[in-house]
């Protein structure tokens, strides 16, 4: 079965600082799919990125990147000069094309906390 | 694009009333929608997907006679919480998403359900 495991469960930086986000996950199926999501203190969940298996480019867009590693089956996400409004709880999740349902399984979370 | 609301935002309800919570997508057709379940300082939980037109598929341990979903159009699914307890309260999630296979689920704002 599917599994996303991030490590880190909270991140303190003060602002400005960059911060690297974890995401390690397990999977038998050869083409899945792998997401972000930021869930701010309003609750509601933003969809950050979606990267297939067979795309290993690394991929940047404004001050968020992404490092996508098959060999060691994790999907990093990194902040660049973090500010304030980048405190949030940020989900990985990823989901298989062999489940019928499609379904996400998301990681736990990593809070990060971006102090002025 | 890809906006989903969910209404009520918030809920606060006597034990043993039922609870109807709606979740559109507004501006695409969703043939998909998902209802996740979240608590204090977790990560979002699946409890059912939801297909146009046919019945919800519950995952294991979540009961459906006592969380009922309805996906009467392409726009709309909703969750009714029956007889509802203090247990139930939690911070309920729908998403929707447009296509078929792995397309992108887009999430609600969350319904946060108190019962007292």
């Known amino acids: 079965a599917q599994k996303v495991t991030q490590a880190q469960t909270e991140i303190s930086v003060v602002e400005k600082e960059d911060v690297t986000l974890d995401c390690v996950y397990e999977?038998?199926?050869?083409?899945?799919?792998l997401f972000w999501y930021k869930q701010p203190p309003s609750g509601e969940l933003v969809f950050l990125i979606r990267?297939?298996?067979?795309?290993?480019q690394n991929e940047i867009s404004g001050r968020y990147s992404w490092n996508f590693q098959k060999s060691t089956s994790s999907f990093n996400f990194t902040i660049t000069a973090s500010q304030v409004v980048d405190s949030a709880v940020y989900f990985c999740?990823?989901?298989?094309?062999?489940?019928?349902?499609?379904?996400?399984?998301f990681g736990g979370g990593t809070r990060v906390l971006v102090k002025p | 694009g890809a906006v989903v609301s969910q209404h009520p935002s918030w809920v606060i309800c006597k034990s043993g009333t039922s609870v109807k919570i709606e979740c559109r997508s507004l501006?695409?057709?969703?043939?998909?929608m998902f209802w996740y379940r979240q608590f204090p300082k977790q990560s979002l939980m699946l409890m059912a997907t939801?297909?146009?037109?046919?019945?919800?598929?519950?995952e294991q341990g979540v009961e459906k006679d006592k969380f009922l979903i309805n996906h009467a159009s392409l726009t709309l699914s909703t969750l009714t919480v029956t007889s509802a307890h203090p247990e139930d309260s939690s911070f309920y999630i729908c998403?929707?998403?447009?296509?078929?296979?792995?397309?992108?689920?887009?999430f609600g704002p969350g319904t946060r359900l108190t019962v007292l």
């Open positions: 999740a990823l989901s298989e094309a062999l489940d019928a349902g499609n379904k996400l399984t």
């Open positions: 501006d695409f057709q969703a043939t998909t």
């Open positions: 990267r297939n298996s067979f795309d290993e």
């Open positions: 939801s297909n146009e037109g046919s019945k919800a598929t519950y």
């Open positions: 999977t038998r199926d050869t083409t899945y799919y």
């Open positions: 998403s929707a998403r447009q296509g078929t296979g792995t397309d992108t689920q887009y």
